[in-house]
C-alpha cells in the first residue's frame, strides 16, 4: 500500500473518509496552508484575519470533509476559500440572498464554478439594488443585514419607531426582490 504522505489529493481524501486518520489532515494542511494564507490575504488584506480563516478554514474541512465529493481538492478548496472570505468581508449577505433566492426558481448547476460565478453576481446585483432602494429602506436593510442590528437597536439608531422600522425592512426586501426581478426578465 502507498505511503500516506505520497497520495495525491483524492486518494488522500478517501483514505481520511474511510478510515479518519488525523494524519491525513496534516498532511492536507502541509500541502495547501501557504495557499490558503495566500488566497486569504488576497481577499481580507489582513494577516491576522487571514490567519484566522485558514484555521477556520481548516477546522470546517475537518468537521465536514464526509459530506462533500470532491473530485477536484485544489479548485475546491480555493472555491470554499474565496466564500468564506466573501462571507467574512459581507456579512450576513447569504442570508438576505437566501430570502431572495426563491425569484426565478434557480436550477441547480453541476459545475461549482459555475454555482460560485452566480452566486457572485446575485451578490454583485444585491448589492447594486440595495443602492437604489431611498433613503429609510436601504439605511434599515443595511443596518439590519449587514451590521446584525435588532429592530430595537435600529430604533435606537435612526429614530424610526419600531413599527416603521419592520416596515421599512419588508418594503425594502420588496423592491430588491422586484429590483432583482427585473434584471432576471
Not at 129 to 156: H, M, N, R, V
Request: proline share 1%.
Amino acid at each position: 500500500m502507498q505511503a500516506v504522505s505520497e497520495m495525491t489529493d483524492e486518494h488522500l481524501i478517501v483514505h481520511i473518509k474511510q478510515t479518519g486518520d488525523k494524519q491525513g489532515f496534516s498532511i492536507l494542511y502541509r500541502r495547501y496552508a501557504h495557499l490558503l494564507l495566500g488566497w486569504c490575504l488576497r481577499y481580507l488584506k489582513n494577516q491576522v484575519a487571514s490567519e484566522d480563516a485558514v484555521m477556520d478554514i481548516m477546522e470546517q474541512l475537518i468537521q465536514n470533509l464526509h459530506r462533500y465529493e470532491i473530485k477536484d481538492f485544489k479548485n475546491w478548496l480555493f472555491l470554499v476559500t474565496r466564500n468564506h472570505c466573501y462571507m467574512r468581508l459581507r456579512g450576513q449577505t447569504h442570508v438576505l440572498i437566501d430570502d431572495l433566492s426563491k425569484l426565478a426558481g434557480e436550477e441547480i448547476m453541476e459545475n461549482q464554478e459555475e454555482v460560485h460565478l452566480n452566486i457572485e453576481q446575485q451578490e454583485n446585483d444585491l448589492h447594486e439594488a440595495i443602492e437604489a432602494l431611498k433613503g429609510p429602506q436601504k439605511e434599515c436593510i443595511i443596518l439590519f443585514y449587514f451590521k446584525k442590528k435588532s429592530y430595537k437597536e435600529i430604533t435606537d439608531l435612526t429614530g424610526f419607531d419600531e413599527k416603521k422600522v419592520k416596515s421599512y425592512i419588508q418594503n425594502g426586501k420588496r423592491n430588491l426582490r422586484l429590483g432583482l426581478e427585473k434584471d432576471f426578465t
